[in-house]
C-alpha cells in the first residue's frame, strides 16, 4: 500500500469514490480532506458534511459509546478499504549489498590488485627463458623446473580466496547485525498497545490492528497511533510539536477543535475518539510517504546510517510499522539531523584503528622500499649486471613479490577487528539483556551504562511494586490504623466517601478479578486510585453501579491530575441543578484548601488552620513515617445559579469540604535492598527523586538501604532543593548545585524541572575528578526531559507511558530495579571484551609487523608469507573478536569502581602483557628464523628464490606463530592481572569452539596446505615443539602478572596522559563532546602505540610534523608550546587540547603526569 504512488492512490481512489467505499459512508479521500483541517474549520465541516461527529460515526459504522462490534469480516473489509495502521518499513540490504559494501575497504582493494598482477605474471614466460636465464644473474636462479614455475599462479589465487572468506565473514556479520536490529525494532513495535473500544469492551490493542472506525480511549502520556475525531474530551492538551513545531500545548475538545493527529503527544487529560486515518493515509503517513522519494536520493548519498539519537526521535515518531523500524528511523532522520550512531568506545576504537593503520602504512611502505633498493644495489651496483629486455618480466614478478609482502604488513597492522569486536559485543549483549528484561533501543546506552556513577531512581513502581493498597485511614475524627469496618462509620461520610472514590477517578481504572485461583485481584489503570477503589471494596461497597449511573458522558467538567495541581477534581451536576465537584490529591496540598471537615457524626464543622497543623502532626506524618502515600478526599457544592466560572481554578478548586484521609502502601519490591547494595559496592551512588512526601520517601529510602541512618546525608524536598541551588534571581547556580548533590540521597515532592535540574547538575559538575555518568528511571510523560537529559535513560515497559519510553534509551519490561543492576553488569562486560580483545589484537599486531618488517629487511622475504598473514589476520580479527567479544559477565564485575568517561582504553596492566608478551613471541620467532635450521637439523628457508617450494623451517615459524596466538588469546581472558586464565572458560561455549576450531584448521592447512599456505608437513615430534612454544605463552603470562605495576613507571605515564584540565572544554563545547573524548583517549592510545613499537619511533617523528599539527603527540605539542601563533590559533580551535593540557600538566605541581613525565615526552 506504502510502495504505490499517488497517481496509483488517486486512481484505486476514483474507484472507491465510485462505489462510494463499499457501503460506508466515506471514502478514504473525504477522510483524508477531513483531517487536513484545523479548528473551527474542521467543526464546521464536520457539522455541514457530516452531521457532526455522531454522523461521522453513523457513517462509518460505528457506536461512540460502544465501538465495533469486531467481527473479522468487518475488520478486513476496513483494512481492504482504508489500509492497514503500518507504514511499510524501507527494505533491508540485501546480502550482496553488504558483500559490496565489505569490498570498499582499501587494503582488501590493495591486496586484489596486487594479486591480480601477480597471477597475470605467472602466466607470461618470456621467450627464450631457457638459455638467457643466466645472464639475469639471481633473479632466474628460482626457476629449477617447469612444475615449480608453473605453480606461480597459485600465491595470487590463494590471496584472492582468503580475500573473498574475509569479504563474506564481515558481510556476514553485518547482515546478522542488521537482522538483530530489525528483531529488536519489531519487539518494541509489538509492546506498543493502545485502549479501544470493541464490543461495549476496553481492550488493549497492537497499534498495528487500529482499524479506521475504531473508538480509541486515550490519557494523559499516550503517543497517538492514528489519526481522529474527539468524541468527549475532559481537559484535553496535546503537544503538537511532532508535526507543527509549534511548542505549546494545543487544547482540544469536541466542539473547538477536535481534529487528533497521529504522532503527537496527550499531555494532560483524557478522552474519546473515532478514528479516521491511519497508516500511510494518516498526516505522519502522509509526511513519510511525501519523505519516501526523497529518502531514496539522499540514501544515496549517505551510505550505512543504522540509527540517530533520541533527540531526533521525539521530534517525529512514525506509526510504527509492521516490521523493522529502521525504514522510519531512516525516514526520520530526513526530518531532523542525522546523526551516526557511534557511541563513545565506538569512537575511541576507531580513532585508534586510524592510528594503528598509519603506523603500519609507513612500515609496509618501508619494507616495500628497502626491498627494492636492496634488490637493485644487490643486482646492478654489486654484480653490476645490465637490465636486458627479456629479464624485465622475471624482475618485475620480484616487485610484485615485495608489494605483495608490503602489503601484507600493512594487513596485519590494520585492526579491523576493533569496530567488528564492539558491534558483535554490543549486539550480543542487547540480544542477551532481553533476557534480563533490557529492552536496548539506542544501542551505545549499553556500554555507557558499565560507567554509570549515579542512579536517580523514581521510586513508585521501579524501587516499588506498584501495587496500591489501603491500609489505614482517618474518617470523622478517628485515625483508624486498620481498615474499619463500614457499619462503625458515620453513613454520611461513608456515602460521600464511596462516590468520591467512585466518580472522581478515570474509569478506565478498575480492578479485575484475579487471573490465576487464589491470586491477587488485577489492577487496571491508574494504581493509586485502584488502591482507592480497593478501599471501596473493602468497605463492602461497589464503585461500578455508580459509575454506570453516572456514565463517562454525564461528567460536567474534570479537572485531570498534573503535575502542578497533584490533585483531580470532578464535577457532577446533580438532580436538583445544583452542581458537586469531588476532589482528591496528595494530602497536604488538598487539606490546605479544605475550610471545613466532617465530623463524627458526618456533618461539616469548620477546619481552621491549627486543626490542619494538628492533624499533619497527629495524622499524615504518623503515615507518611511507616512508609505510606496520604491522600485526602473531599467536595465542593456550588449553586444551579449562577453558574461558577469553572475556567477561574483558583477559585473552584478551594474551600473544600474534607471527607477523608487514606494511607496507601507501595510494598518495596522483594529484591530491591539487594540490588541497592549490589550497586553501592559497585560505586554508584543511587539517588530517589519522587513525587511523594518527604516522609513517605525517607521511610522508603531507608527500607531500601538508600541511606542508612547514622550517616552523612540529605533527604530535602523540591521547594528546600530550589531554594538552595538558586541566587536571588532565581537562576540555578553550579556552584550550588555543587554543594547539594554530592550528599543529596532523597529528593521528595519534586516536580519534573527538579528532576532534570537534578540530572543537569551532576552531569556539568566538574568537582570530582571523572566527569559524572548519570542514569535516569522514569515512567510519565513528565519526566521525559530528564531521561533525555540523562546519559542513559530507563523507562517503565509496563507503567511507563509513550512520550517516557521515545524519550528512553533501554526500557525496563519488568519496571524492575534490579534490572538495572544487570544493565549494568552487561555495559561493564562489553568494556571489557574490548579491552581483552584489544590486548590480544595489540600484541600479535606488534609482533607481526615487527617479524614481517625485519624479516624483510635482513632475508629479503618475509617468513610469515602473505598467505599465512591473511590467515593469522582472520583469527586475530574476526575469530577473536567473536571469542573474546561474547564471554558472559560475572557478578565480580560489580566489586569494582567505575572506569569513569576519561580512563585510557589500554590500561598500565594491559600494557604491561601486551609488551611482556610481544617481546616473548618475539624471542622465539626471531631465535627459530636465524638459528632454526640447526636447532631441528633441517635444510635453512632463508634467502629462497622465486617459486622455491616451502621449506619445513618457515612451515615451523608459522606454525609456532600461530600456536603462540592461540594460548595468548587464554591469557587474554583477563585484564586486570587476575592470575586463573581458565576461569570460568566454559561457560563460554563459543570461545571455546573458536579455539578448539582455529586449532583443528591449523593442522590441516600445515598438514595438507601445501604451495598456496606455503606450508611443508611436519611430522609430530615437530609439531610438539610449536605446542610446547605455544604453551609457554600460558607459563610466561604467569611470570608477567608477577612484574609489579608500580615497578614500570613508564607504562603509568603512557596510560594516563590528561588530567582534570580536559574538563572546562567540555563546557565550551558540548556538542563536540563525544568526539572531543574520542580524540583524547585516541591520542593516548596513539602514544602507546609509538612506545610499543620503539623500533621506528625516529620516522613517526617525521610523520608527525607532517600530520595536521593537532596530534596530541608530546613532541609536537611542546614544539607548539614556544610557537605563540600556533598558540593562538589552538586556543580558539578547542576541540584540540593538546598545549594546554600538556602545559597545564608541567606546570602544576599536583598533577601526577608532571610529577611522574618531566619533558621526556618529546621523545615520542
Known sequence: MGDMSNSDF???????????????????????????????????????????????????????????????????????????????????????????????????????????????????????????????????????????????????????????????VTAFNDWSKEKQFRGLQSRIEQEQKFQVVRGSQVIQLPVADIVVGDIAQIKYGDLLPADGVLIQGNDLKIDESSLTGESDHVKKSADKDPMLLSGTHVMEGSGRMVVTAVGVNSQTGIIFTL???????????????????????MEMQPLKSAEGGEADEKERKRVSVPKKEKSVLQGKLTKLAVQIGKAGLLMSAITVIILVLFFAI???????????????????????????????????????????????????????????????????????????????????????????????????????????????????????????????????????????????????GNKTECGLLGLVLDLKRDYQPIRNQIPEEKLYKVYTFNSVRKSMSTVIKLPDGSFRMYSKGASEIVLKKCSHILNEVGEQRVFRPRDKDEMVKKVIEPMACDGLRTICVGYRDFPADPEPNWDDENNILNDLTAICVVGIEDPVRPEVPDAIQKCQRAGITVRMVTGDNINTARAIAIKCGIIHPGEDFLCIDGKEFNRRIRNEKGEVEQERIDKVWPKLRVLARSSPTDKHTLVKGIIDSTMVDQRQVVAVTGD??????????????????????????????????????????????WGRNVYDSISKFLQFQLTVNVVAVIVAFTGACITQDSPLKAVQMLWVNLIMDTFASLALATEPPTESLLKRKPYGRNKPLISSTMTKNILGHGVYQLVIIFTLLFVGEQIFDIDSGRNAPLHSPPSEHYTIIFNTFVMMQLFNEINARKIHGERNVFDGIFRNPIFCSIVFGTFAVQIVIVQFGGKPFSCQPLDLEKWMWCVFLGLGELVWGQVIATIPNARLRFLRRAGQLTQKDELPEEDVNEENEEIDHAERELRRGQILWFRGLNRIQTQIEVVNTFKSGTSFQGAGALRRQSSTTSQTQDVTNVSSPSHVSLSNALSSPTSTTAATAPPTTGQC
Open 10 to 168: 488517486y486512481a484505486k481512489n476514483q474507484r472507491n469514490e465510485e462505489n462510494h467505499a463499499a457501503g460506508f459512508g466515506c471514502s478514504l479521500m473525504e477522510l483524508r480532506s477531513l483531517m487536513e483541517l484545523r479548528g473551527t474549520e474542521a467543526v464546521v465541516k464536520l457539522q455541514e458534511d457530516y452531521g457532526g461527529v455522531e454522523g461521522l460515526c453513523k457513517r462509518l459504522k460505528t457506536s461512540p459509546t460502544e465501538g465495533l462490534a469486531g467481527a473479522q469480516t468487518d475488520l478486513d473489509k476496513r483494512k481492504e478499504l482504508y489500509g492497514a495502521n503500518l507504514i511499510p518499513p524501507k527494505k533491508p540490504k540485501t546480502f550482496l549489498q553488504l558483500v559490496w559494501e565489505a569490498l570498499q575497504d582499501v587494503t582488501l582493494i590493495i591486496l586484489e590488485i596486487a594479486a591480480l598482477i601477480s597471477l597475470g605474471l605467472s602466466f607470461y614466460h618470456p621467450p627464450g627463458e631457457k638459455g638467457g636465464g643466466e645472464s639475469c644473474g639471481m633473479a632466474a636462479g628460482g626457476v629449477e623446473d617447469e612444475g615449480e614455475a608453473d605453480a606461480g599462479w597459485i600465491e595470487g589465487a590463494a590471496i584472492l580466496l582468503s580475500v573473498v572468506c574475509v569479504v563474506l
Open 780 to 825: 510519565g510523560t513528565n519526566d521525559g526531559p530528564a531521561l533525555k537529559k540523562a546519559d542513559v535513560g530507563f523507562a517503565m515497559g509496563i507503567a511507563g507511558t509513550d512520550v517516557a519510553k521515545e524519550a528512553s534509551d533501554i526500557i525496563l519490561t519488568d519496571d524492575n530495579f534490579s534490572s538495572i543492576v544487570k544493565a549494568v553488569m
Open 378 to 524: 644487490d643486482n646492478f651496483v654489486m654484480q653490476k649486471r645490465p637490465w636486458l629486455p627479456e629479464c624485465t618480466p622475471i624482475y618485475i614478478q620480484y616487485f610484485v613479490k615485495f608489494f605483495i609482502i608490503g602489503v601484507t604488513v600493512l594487513v596485519v597492522a590494520v585492526p579491523e577487528g576493533l569496530p567488528l569486536a564492539v558491534t558483535i559485543s554490543l549486539a550480543y549483549s542487547v540480544k542477551k539483556m532481553m533476557k534480563d528484561n533490557n529492552l536496548v533501543r539506542h544501542l551505545d546506552a549499553c556500554e555507557t551504562m558499565g560507567n554509570a556513577t549515579a542512579i536517580c531512581s523514581d521510586k513508585t513502581g521501579t524501587l516499588t511494586t506498584n501495587r496500591m493498597t489501603a491500609v489505614q485511614c482517618y474518617v470523622g475524627d478517628v485515625h483508624y490504623k486498620e481498615i474499619p469496618d463500614p457499619g462503625s462509620l458515620p453513613p454520611k461520610s461513608l456515602e460521600l466517601l464511596v462516590n468520591a472514590i467512585s466518580i472522581n477517578s478515570a474509569y478506565t481504572t478498575k480492578i479485575l478479578p484475579p487471573d490465576k485461583e487464589g491470586g491477587l485481584p488485577k489492577q487496571v
Open 291 to 313: 519523505l519516501g522519494a526523497g529518502a531514496e536520493e539522499e540514501e544515496k548519498k549517505e551510505k550505512k546510517v543504522k540509527k540517530q539519537d533520541g533527540a531526533a526521535a
